[in-house]
Structure formats: C-alpha cells, structure tokens
C-alpha cells in the first residue's frame, strides 16, 4: 500500500461537502459505511505548524517567566543528587 494519498476534488458533490463541512466544525472523524460494514473513515487533518496561531505578548511573557526560575538550585548538589539517584535506581531487584 503506497503512503502517497491520491486527491480527489468533491467540489461538486454537495452530499459530501455537507458531510466534510460538519466534520469539520466537530473536530469529529465519521465511519463511511455500507450495508452494516465501516469502509473508510473521514477523519480532520491535524493542523500543520505553519498554520498554528503566532504567539501573542502574553504567551512570550509567561515563556520568559519561567527563565531563571531555578536559580536558588545548587547546580552541583543537583548533579550529585541525580547521579545518587540513577545509581540507587527506582526498579524492582526482579526488573531488568
């Protein structure tokens, strides 16, 4: 099976535009089926990066909140511990 999709245009076919437009506005995929049995599902495409919405002054604020808020750690007491840490293990005996 090929990952390549193959459009299809369904300009001009009103029943699944109407279909495709309701999905769309509940973000909801919808099974296809015939006679009793789901064929396919039609499903939203997840957004693409570049259509994410920019970042507003209150989303770069709360982002440089964050920068320094670990300044009263002791990076070297840090270290250690987590080098105690990894050395005790958190692993049952009986787990590789």
């Given at each position: 099976m090929s990952s390549t999709l193959t459009p299809i245009d369904i300009s001009n076919?009103?029943?699944l535009l109407d279909l495709v437009e309701?999905?769309?506005?509940?973000k909801k995929p919808r099974e296809l089926k015939r006679d009793d049995k789901?064929?396919?599902v039609l499903s939203p495409v997840v957004q693409k990066e570049k259509?994410?919405?920019?970042?507003t002054n209150a989303d770069w604020?709360?982002?440089?909140?964050?920068?320094?808020?670990?300044?009263?750690?002791d990076p070297?007491?840090?270290?250690?511990?987590?080098?105690?840490?990894?050395?005790e293990g958190s692993r049952p005996a009986t787990r590789p």
């Open positions: 076919m009103p029943d309701e999905m769309e506005a509940t789901v064929v396919a259509d994410a919405p920019t970042p604020q709360k982002s440089l909140a964050t920068i320094g808020s670990w300044s009263d750690l070297d007491k840090l270290i250690a511990a987590v080098s105690r840490w990894r050395e």
